[in-house]
């Protein structure tokens, strides 16, 4: 029994030593920049899946901020490399330590996963291979587009996680109602399916169709017109039609899984909602919409941007919905905002009932009452 017993342990502790460590690689390449490029790639082994996970470290301060960064769907770490690139010179000022960019599952260099991952069980395997590297919280999170749902994913499931989060033109919890999407999300889907199948049958035709500027615009594919570093440009167009279709697959997937994502968003916050009037409560939040968007859009971005008492909310009038490529520097100077949030935070505003921080006055009166009762008895 006893020697079974050590052997069972003994087991369960190789196993696990394989599980999480042993089995992580490290390599410098794939860049984000053309020169300089001082980031660390790692493909970090979790329940079953590799993700890619691509950091860079301010050699120059010994501690500092913690930055993630989160793609649109269905786009992978290499749209951040104009952002990236405007970000380093400032990183010191910042006060970041790490800037930390990762591939979604089936996107760049990370595995595909045999099903589809809701956002809030990517934050859960975001958390644990962060772990694993030993970059530990608290974060701030920074999410374009789809990467809204996901930021407010991670923040709903682990908020004492994160200080701070950036949207960039993000999904807010309303997908889950969107009449587009409602309306096109088959079709979405049924676009990429006909990628795969011209990839497969014709791998070579399915290049040339992405290099001559066939695929939807917000199909994944940049063109060589996107204002990118070459190196982050390269990575995107060699990875896209990898004959494997792991990419198109991915992108497939992840459609999949888009409402069952934004529904636990949206009943998350109502959640909340029924007793607290700023659910995100005094997280420093800034929100960047794009004017381009349309007008129900900014509706639902203005919204999102109340659901903490602490946020900024940018309009961009210039850019498209790819801000990270359009408008890099708006990318980082949202960021200064954000962090200057978080070093200065804002007392926390009690919700639904009388707020006593603000008022002055009110304290006064009552620490009056009080001394003349005490007074009187
Ligand atoms: C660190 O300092 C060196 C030397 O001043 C500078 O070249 C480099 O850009 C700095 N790196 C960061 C991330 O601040
Ligand atoms: C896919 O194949 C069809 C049929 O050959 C063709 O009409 C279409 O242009 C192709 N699209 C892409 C993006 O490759
Ligand atoms: C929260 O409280 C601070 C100061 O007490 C105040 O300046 C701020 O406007 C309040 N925010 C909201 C959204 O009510």
Redesign the pocket.
Known sequence: MVNNNILYIAIVLLCSIFTFSSSQSVFTTPGLIDQNDFGVSHLVLFEGLKLHVRTYENPNITSGYTLLFDSGLPYFSSSWGSVLLNLIPKMTDLKIKNAIFFDRYGYGYSDLSPYGIDSFDFARRLRASLNILNFQPPYVITGWSWGGINLQSYYLAYPSDVIGLLSIDGTDKEFYNDPWWIANMGSTMDTFK??I??NTE?HD??VL??QEG??GPNFGYYTNSVKLPKIALKNNQDIYPDSSNKYLNAATQELGTMFQSSLKVLNAVNRLQETEEYPYKNTPFVVITAAASGQAWMARQNDMAKLSSNSKHIIDYTSSHHIPTDNPVEVVNALTDLISKIENPEPLNSSGSISFYPNRLAMSILVSLASALLVLI
């Open positions: 006909s990628y199948k011209n014709n035709g399915f169709a992405c066939r695929i």
